[in-house]
């Protein structure tokens, strides 16, 4: 089965956490879904870079990468997705939709009510539970 490995950004603007819609795809179960934001490391890129040129590639967004926060290892029907996510922030509001359908500030309580692809269910899970820690 075909192995993908990505970088996703877990983008804070205050206490609001930014989701993305995904448009469709070749693969119905990730077509039209949320997720964090990210993509493929390119060949000798660390996290920490991919993180920066992925978030500027596909939303034109800075932002400052401040922690590791987990990978996910997920199998879906046609490959096996690692993703190591970055808790990160941002000072600006308005992304710019390159590849996305759309997009949502979200406070950490409001995450579940959206549609998330299943690879990013645990990070959502993740936040909930650092949120209750607090």
Known sequence: MKQIEVVAAVIRLEDKVLAVQRGDGRYAYVSRKFEFPGGKIENGESHHSAVLREIREELALEVEVEDFLMTVQH????????MHCYACRTNQEQPVLHEHL????????????????????PVVDRLLAQSHER
Do not use: I, V
């Open 102 to 121: 759309a997009y949502r500030w979200c406070l950490t309580h409001e995450l579940p009510s959206l549609d998330w692809a299943a690879a990013d269910l």
């Open 75 to 82: 199998s879906y029907p046609d490959f096996e997705l690692t």
